[in-house]
């Protein structure tokens, strides 16, 4: 199998990273096009250090930040706030605390061995409302500051953190119910 051969079997992969970091085909097809172009123009840059598939994917995060800058007056920031405060009403008391214990979780760091337990955490991320969404991907897949994030997006310290925390809640309720619940195959 050539070069060119390679890229190609991994554009599916880049593909649903790409929509799942932007929400936007149109933007996800830009980003990986420019992502393989990058890796057809200079193959020597590849080298072998790492697999190809980790390479390409440095490579869509370079592309996915340029396409979040210059497209950020375009962004669609649907906050979802109705939606994410019934959802913390659910979860937690008056105050603060949850209203049920925690699923035990058993071993998660045995579950990270798992390609079916990121096939699950990939789902339950496309499932986040759209702004939760980009803000946990940006935070955790694109490994942005919390100063970049807010610049990029036009949010305060206070307002990320929010929508942080509701990400993360709405995460580990899909976690717990097609994980680590009794049921792994609800999704």
């Not at 800058?69 to 405060?85: G, M, Q, W």
């Not at 980009?134 to 310290?157: A, H, Y």
Request: hydrophobic residues 40%; proline residues 3%.
């Amino acid at each position: 199998m050539d070069f060119t051969d390679e890229l190609a079997g991994h554009r599916t992969y880049l593909l649903r990273f790409a929509r799942l970091q932007l929400r936007n085909d149109a933007w996800a097809e830009d980003a990986v096009s420019e992502t393989l172009l990058a890796a057809l123009s200079k193959p020597q840059s590849f080298g072998s250090r790492s697999q190809l598939k980790t390479w390409l994917v440095g490579i869509l995060k370079h592309k996915v930040l340029d396409l979040f800058r210059s497209n950020a007056r375009e962004v669609c920031l649907d906050t979802d706030s109705e939606s994410a405060d019934e959802l913390d009403n659910l979860v937690f008391k008056a105050d603060g605390h949850f209203a049920q214990t925690p699923a035990d979780w058993g071993n998660p760091e045995q579950d990270l061995n798992s390609r079916q337990f990121f096939q699950i955490m990939e789902a339950c991320t496309e499932k986040l409302p759209t702004m939760l969404g980009r803000v946990f991907l940006m935070r955790e897949w694109l490994e942005l500051s919390s100063d970049d994030i807010c610049k990029e997006l036009g949010l305060t310290p206070t307002n990320l953190y929010v929508q942080l925390h509701r990400a993360r809640l709405r995460l580990r309720e899909c976690l717990e119910l097609n994980w680590f619940g009794t049921s792994k195959e609800t999704l």
